[in-house]
């Protein structure tokens, strides 16, 4: 029997969820969305699990990640009941329920802990920068080596377990039966979405904002490659420091656009941002912006003598491993490449 709990709906409205109690269940909003179909039917059937409380059906269904947030569905809704935000709130939730650690609830729920762990990360930095008597040279050696085992040790030990569990909500709980051959062919499925996020190409005039997210995706995995792997603030090699450049630049400059529309709230989906939106947006463009001064100090011969700048961009980096890339609004990147995939692998198996 399913456990029905009314208050749940408050506690979705700590993740961001607004008004989602004014729905009258008339189905505007599934019939306006152009990502809806019979088979996969929301974001009705999201909103009257919410406000029954059916948390557990709600953490085995995948339909919050099949959506995109267009805003269609809200702009629709004849109670102004946010649907499109109910969504969002939800992939906020489903994110808690994933981390084993519980610290995604309380960094999504609490502002002041939000605020409490980046001054934490920050004194570290500057700690660990006395501790080696601010000598720039190893501070930099730190760097390098930190952004590597930092990418293994969050993808090990939070990452790798938040997705074993979601397979285990959505899969392995609701007991439907899967092959190994059926993971194997649905593979391409996770590949494809991780890095094209193509299925948000079926929202109506969405073509700009999922060709931003594409160049935003490859763009951060490039800037990654380039500062890790080729190690652009050591490297001499023309080719690598250029595109260094040229991939910070990127980045910083469509991270300004999503924070102008942010600010703007000229859409829909930018009316109601939480603050794991800012810090996801800010903090992306602060890494681009920080490594593109960093690289040019450098090639200006002006660090030493500014050894605050790589400082400053130690800490930002830190910052974005530790607590923005396991617990904030980087994981929906992974989550929902992961749904897309555990869906494909669910039809495979009906």
Known sequence: MANIDPKFGEALKEYGGV??????????CTAVCSLSTPEDSFPREMVRLSVLGLQDDLKSSLKPWLCYYCGECTTHCPQTANPGELMMSLRRWLTSQYDWTGLSGLLYKSLPLSIIAFVLTTIGVIAFAAYESFNLETIIHFGHYFEMIAIGAVFTFILLPNIIRMWWFVILKPKIQVSFSTYVKSIRELIVHMF???????????????????????????????????????????FVIILGYVESVVIFVVTFDFMGSRIKKNKEINKFSQPSDWFFVIWLFLMGLTAFIVRAFIDLDILETNSWMYLLHLTVLVQWALIIVPFGKWTHFLYRSFAMYFDKVKKMSA
Do not use: M
């Open 196 to 238: 094209t996020q193509k299925r948000s190409l079926g929202c109506d005039d969405n073509q700009v904002r999922w060709f931003e997210h594409l160049i935003l995706v490859f763009g951060y995995l490039a800037l990654l490659f380039t500062t890790v792997f080729l190690d652009w603030f050591s490297s001499q090699n023309l």
């Open 19 to 28: 008004n989602f109690n004014a729905c009258y269940n008339c189905g505007n």
